[in-house]
């Protein structure tokens, strides 16, 4: 069963703009979940880029801090984010994160290249 579906990756310019989106299954998705977006860039670690809490409040990684926004649709299930100003390092698969009930649930990635 299919949990988590990304989609909004691609190739973009640096300076560019993207928007990836992560429908959730109504079963997993809350308010009070922990809601996530990693990324994996060539031959490194996955890495955290934002999180809405618990609590609801959101985290960002500093390489993204001022460029990038986490946000949802809680009539939609969907998970967003907001890509400005992407620079090649940005480059990587990204992948949605759920943390619900002491479980953990992954999409399967969507990758953003930022290439000119």
């Known amino acids: 069963q299919v949990l988590l579906v990304e989609s909004g990756g691609g190739l973009v310019q640096p300076g560019g703009s993207l928007t990836l989106s992560c429908v959730v299954s109504?079963?997993?998705?809350?308010?009070?979940?922990?809601m996530s977006w990693y990324r994996q860039a060539p031959g490194k670690e996955r890495e955290l880029v934002a999180m809405f809490t618990s609590d609801g409040s959101r985290t960002y990684a500093d390489p993204v801090k001022g460029r990038f926004t986490i946000s949802r649709d809680t009539l939609t299930n969907t998970l967003y984010l907001i890509m400005n100003n992407l620079k090649p390092e940005d480059t990587g698969d990204y992948y949605c994160n759920v943390q619900n009930s002491g479980s953990d649930y992954w999409g399967q990635g969507t990758r953003v290249t930022v290439s000119s």
């Open positions: 109504q079963s997993i998705f809350s308010r009070h979940a922990q």
